[in-house]
């Protein structure tokens, strides 16, 4: 008779509870499925997809619009360190069928610019100090349009964002204020959902 594996619960760092289909790297062999692995480093779970590594904060199994979802943060964010972009972005484009995973097109993203001249709109935040190039001028413009980026001006990256961005314009708008880069770079180190 086969022998029957019971897969005892798995739990690294903040994420107390890694469900099925998802499994650590040193699971018992048919514990989770292989595409769903994820390593435990200096008590941090960590997701190796494409050529980037995440962090990542929680894992839900189901959620209104699909499976589940995960909240990852690409491990080159550094709350606190405006200067600090991701190592690896991940766009709704990077995905094919053949990654369990995907980025639902509803969340916010934020484009970052480097401009020959000075760019004079609203959209364009400063994001000077934290990231210069020299002789550019450097902004992030939310959810841009191609009709709203600049002739002189050329992307640098795109970077896909929780919700969080959203709340944090909300209340900016509820005190009267602005959003500035320092908010933006705060709500990028909060990660974003990635769904299965």
């Keep these: 008779?086969?022998?029957?594996?019971?897969?005892?619960?798995?739990?690294?760092?903040?994420?107390?509870?890694?469900?099925?289909?998802?499994?650590?790297?040193?699971?018992?062999?048919?514990c989770g499925d292989s595409s769903f692995?994820?390593?435990?480093?200096?008590?941090c779970t960590v997701l190796s997809l494409l050529d980037g590594r995440y962090h990542v904060k929680s894992i839900n199994i189901w959620s209104f619009?699909?499976?589940?979802?995960?909240?990852?943060?690409?491990?080159?964010?550094?709350?606190?360190?405006?200067?600090?972009?991701?190592?690896h972005p991940l766009m709704p484009s990077n995905f094919s069928e053949e990654y369990p995973f995907f980025?639902?097109?509803?969340?916010?993203?934020v484009t970052m610019m480097s401009c020959s001249k000075p760019v004079r709109s609203p959209l364009?935040?400063?994001?000077?100090p934290c990231i210069t190039l020299n002789g550019y001028y450097s902004y992030a413009v939310i959810n841009a349009s191609a009709s709203e980026i600049e002739e002189f001006c050329t992307i640098t990256t795109s970077i896909v964002t929780g919700n969080y961005l959203l709340y944090k314009i909300e209340a900016l708008f509820g005190e009267n204020r602005k959003i500035s880069y320092n908010d933006i770079?705060?709500?990028l180190a909060n990660?974003?959902?990635?769904?299965?």
């Design 124 to 128: 364009y935040i400063n994001v000077e």
């Design 191 to 196: 990660g974003f959902n990635l769904s299965y």
């Design 37 to 43: 692995e994820l390593a435990c480093e200096d008590n």
């Design 185 to 187: 770079h705060d709500t």
């Design 103 to 109: 980025i639902a097109p509803i969340y916010p993203m």
């Design 1 to 30: 008779m086969p022998r029957t594996i019971t897969c005892a619960p798995s739990a690294c760092g903040e994420v107390g509870n890694i469900p099925s289909p998802f499994r650590l790297k040193d699971n018992l062999k048919g």
């Design 65 to 87: 619009w699909y499976n589940g979802g995960m909240e990852v943060i690409d491990l080159g964010l550094q709350k606190g360190n405006c200067s600090c972009l991701p190592l």
